[in-house]
């Protein structure tokens, strides 16, 4: 996976106001994930950890759309009310990102 700094000189970010609350959800989505450790660690029922698995990927990919949505309303908005490039740039980026999240 590639890390990129895209929008670090425009200020903040659409996550920004809600970044306290997006970090409280990531550390409950890491613990379903070391709760998925301790399931197989302790020879629980493959099924099981199917179910937990699927509850992890859903957990994850809610928090995703979110980030997509502040993302849209936030950057890719921004970028559209000034026009030029950049806003065709952005509107890309956000494509290839929701393409990403289908494939997964």
Do not use: N, W
């Not at 609350?21 to 029922?45: A, C, F, N, S, T």
């Not at 806003?87 to 990102?97: C, H, I, N």
């Amino acid at each position: 996976m590639t890390v990129t700094d895209h929008g670090t000189d425009h200020g903040p970010h659409g996550y920004s106001k809600q970044k306290d609350q997006h970090l409280k959800r990531l550390r409950r989505i890491e613990g379903q994930i070391r709760g998925l450790q301790r399931m197989v660690e302790e020879d629980v029922y493959c099924i099981d950890i199917l179910t937990q698995v699927s509850a992890g990927t859903k957990a994850l990919q809610s928090f995703a759309l979110q980030l997509l949505e502040e993302h849209l309303r936030h950057c890719v908005a921004d970028a559209a009310s000034q026009g030029g490039p950049d806003a065709d740039d952005k509107v890309a980026e956000a494509t290839a990102a929701i393409a990403r999240l289908l494939r997964t």
